[in-house]
């Protein structure tokens, strides 16, 4: 008999501090997909629930699909929204009869107007549906702010292991795997979570260099060699986030005879994320660094050998962590500074995109660009405006994060600002989206490797894909809303005390164990 397994995807990355509310329409921009239609949507693709569709063929489950469900990172979640895509999943757990297990897609760091802990609510519930004997396993992103109610409500949370994250198909798998081994019998997983006294740590999780994240991910592979250990994983959390639990956890799966080794690598790992705390580095630099390394241009980099666009990252403005997509202060600085040759990828605005599709190709508009959202992180920038190209903004990701998933900036404008030879090329979007792949670019006749210059709104993602092209990469502080200066966050249900904001000495005073 062919186990019974409900698969899911529910994702948002939550920044309180946006004043973007969440709806339904975010959702239906990125992908709200019901029932088996999540098959052909995800069949072949990396994103977690191909995983998940591949690890049902493999181990011939008869799988009870109910919702892929994700939307580009933004204010807290509504009431209704959260309802609507919560109450799909409960359902379909009721109205499937016996369930042998489930496989959950979340990321960790939901928040909506009810719920500060989304995610343990959904998993609590979901809980109470099926009882306690049916394993219950759920992927997480590495910037989850993981909870003890996820803990107590699944066998094990698995995180990405990769920042930028590459690993979602994997670790899906990972996840499919423990659920089928329990549903054997072979395993009986049960998961716990340590959480120190502190906002940050862990640098952010960043993996694409040497480092505290890469160091302790290695003894992660290490504990889960060992008997009774299942999965280990680490969050670095995500600070933008004003909820009791924001912050770097640790979670271990272990089977019951291994608990107090579980408790013991938790806590090992826990100390080593505080003893390491003064490796946090933002590696943000001003604009006017930027600027410079822009007129130094691509000659000068050749002469010492290196090749390809210089990539500017506006990474305070980065629209995967709950920024505007629409500040200006860099777009403005090179205009300024006369920089030509130039790729922007993205500005969210529109009514920018609507005045250029009235236009048409080919004709010339006084534009009043982005800014639009919160002036206090720049204006909008006026200017003379070519229109190079009109899109429906759709395209598939070919890159190394979320390849072959399908990606919708909405109805899309490319516009050259600085004239008509040489300038600066806007994709501007009307759907907010992280500059990922070079997708963004190539769908709109932009090839990045042409350009003396490449700016992405991104902090940390776009290095999977823009890295390899780039002759240097540089991440500059923009002033938008993920700034790295925790000391423009008003946290107010945040747990206290904490560090950086408080005088803590021991990571587990106020820390949860």
């Known amino acids: 008999m062919a186990f019974r397994v409900l698969l899911a995807q529910f994702m948002h990355e939550t920044n309180t501090f946006s004043r973007l509310p969440t709806t339904l329409d975010d959702y239906r921009r990125r992908f709200l997909v019901e029932g088996e239609a999540i098959v052909p949507k995800f069949k072949g693709t990396k994103n977690e629930m191909g995983g998940y569709i591949d690890s049902a063929a493999r181990y011939g489950w008869q799988p009870v699909y109910a919702v892929a469900a994700n939307a580009t990172p933004s204010g807290t979640l509504t009431k209704e929204t959260w309802e ?25 760091a939901m928040v909506t107007e009810t719920e500060d802990d989304a995610e343990g609510a959904l998993l609590e519930a979901l809980r109470a549906i099926v009882g306690l004997d049916v394993p219950i396993a759920a992927t997480l992103d590495l910037h989850a702010n993981a909870t003890v109610k996820m803990a107590s409500n699944a066998n094990a949370l698995v995180s990405y ?13 990972q996840a499919a795997a423990l659920v089928q081994a329990a549903m054997e019998g072979k395993k009986k997983p049960r998961c716990l979570l340590v959480q120190p006294a502190m906002l940050e740590g862990a640098d952010h999780g960043r993996t694409t260099q040497p480092g505290q ?69 933002s590696g943000y630099q001003p604009i006017s660094d930027g600027i410079a390394a822009a007129r130094a241009g691509a000659k000068g980099a050749e002469a010492r050998g290196k090749k390809g666009p210089l990539v500017l990252a506006d990474g305070t403005d980065n629209p995967g962590g709950g920024g505007y997509n629409d500040t200006t202060p860099l777009l403005q600085s090179l205009i300024d500074a006369g920089i030509r040759n130039v790729a ?55 890159g190394p994060m979320n390849a072959g998933v399908e990606s919708q900036m909405g ?17 501007t979007i009307s759907n907010r989206i992280q500059t990922i792949d070079l997708q963004v670019f190539l769908s709109q006749g932009i090839d990045p490797t042409t350009k003396d210059v ?35 966050l008003k946290f107010k249900k945040l747990r206290r005390p904490v560090w950086p904001l408080d005088g803590v000495n021991d990571p587990y005073s106020g820390g949860r164990a």
């Open 84 to 108: 609507t895509i919560r109450d799909i999943i409960l359902n379909t757990a009721r109205k499937a009869g016996k369930l042998d297990g489930i496989c959950l897609s979340l990321h960790g």
């Open 161 to 173: 292991r990769t920042y930028p994250h590459i690993d979602g198909y994997e670790r899906s798998v």
């Open 213 to 281: 994240m890469r160091d302790m991910l290695a003894k992660a592979d290490q504990y889960e060699k060992e008997p009774g250990i299942n999965v280990v994983s680490i969050q670095a959390g995500f600070t933008w986030s004003d909820m009791p639990y924001t912050g770097p956890s640790i979670a271990v799966s272990y089977e019951p005879e291994a608990e107090a080794r579980a408790r013991a690598i938790a806590r090992e790992l826990v100390d080593e994320i505080w003893r390491r705390k003064g490796e946090m580095k």
């Open 344 to 398: 922007f990828g993205t500005i969210y605005d529109p009514k920018t995109v609507q005045q250029a599709m009235k236009a048409g190709v080919g004709a010339e508009i006084d534009v009043e660009l982005g800014g639009h959202t919160d002036e206090s992180m720049g204006k909008p920038v006026k200017a003379r405006a070519l229109v190079r190209v009109l899109s429906d903004g759709t395209f598939r990701n070919d």
């Open 411 to 427: 109805p899309t404008a490319v516009l050259r600002l600085g004239g008509a030879e040489g300038g600066i090329d806007v994709v």
């Open 454 to 488: 490449v700016v992405v709104k991104s902090v940390q993602h776009f290095r999977a894909a823009y890295g390899p092209i780039a002759r240097e990469v540089i991440v500059v502080d923009s002033g938008g809303l993920c700034s790295p200066d925790i000391s423009r």
